[in-house]
């Protein structure tokens, strides 16, 4: 497997996002810690050595099923985690919080969940409207001081964000959405972390499943899927977006590539400072992601996809808009 840099971290190229192992996607009846153990032990054989998890997954399911899995196979492994989506002096799951007071105890229950004396990469989850990010930025740096944190990193801020806390302490990473059907940070985030030397970690880089190709309708989702509720997924919109999808399979089938492998490829010839985190609970997906590592595509497919239409629907539903830093 092939690395990426993410300022002075380098991590494999494709990395194993740990979210959908504490639910998001799926009800938590018909979760199994036990496939998503093995699927972390298969990606760390295949050559993953980047996982990325988050104090609100569960919430604290998904690090504590990190931790189980690396136990004996730390040094094997970088592991980035994000605070900032609970707020541990009242608010609980789901309020943002990112005083220097909560950053510090977050840090402290991460560490423990995740079994280790430091966390390779700490992101704030999303901008906190309440707190000036050198003030964040600052509590980090104190951890990074400390040794409990190696890197920083920062998720959906926008480009005033980024510069003013890279001021305090410099980022290694931006991690925000992107993928074939999600562009937007071409424009202005990407040219501004390459002025930085920031890294970059697409999340959802198979468009939250869609483009796997498996989704063909929506009323297979749970009740409690995430996705019931996302713009893209939903009426006129969810049926356009699918045009998207079948033009990634009719690539990947002249390659002999499954459209996850082709939406991957594609991103991996965006930049080594580029490191998508596919996220899967199971050992065969893992499988079938990480190979994408060795997938090439021609300059004709590469502008093929290139040229497909931008994606029907928000990225995400209004009240999850809100919370992005724009
Ligand atoms: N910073 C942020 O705000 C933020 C937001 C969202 C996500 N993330 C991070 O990004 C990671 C990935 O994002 P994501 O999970 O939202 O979306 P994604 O990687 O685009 O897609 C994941 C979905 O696709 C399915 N899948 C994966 N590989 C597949 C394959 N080969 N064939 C068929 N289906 C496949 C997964 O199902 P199974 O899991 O059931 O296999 C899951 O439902 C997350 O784990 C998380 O670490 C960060």
Known sequence: MKNARLGDLEVSRIGLGAMTMAGTYTSEGVLDNAESIRTIHRALDLGVTHIDTAEIYGPFLSEEIVGQAVKGRRDQVRIATKFGLVSHSGGGPGVIDSSPANVRTAVEGSLRRLGTDHIDLYYQHRVDPNV??????GAVADLIREGKVLHFGLSEASPETIRRAHTVQPLSALQTEYSLWTRDVEAEILPLLRELGIGFVPYSPLGHGLLTGQIRSVDDFADDDWRKTN???TGENFTRNLAIVDTVKEIGAEIGASPAQTALAWILTRGDDIAPIPGTRR??????NTAADGIGLTADQLERLGDLEPAAGERHDEANMASIDR
């Open 283 to 288: 050992v065969s997906r893992v499988e079938e």
């Open 231 to 233: 713009p893209r997924f």
């Open 132 to 137: 000036p990010i050198e003030e964040t930025a």
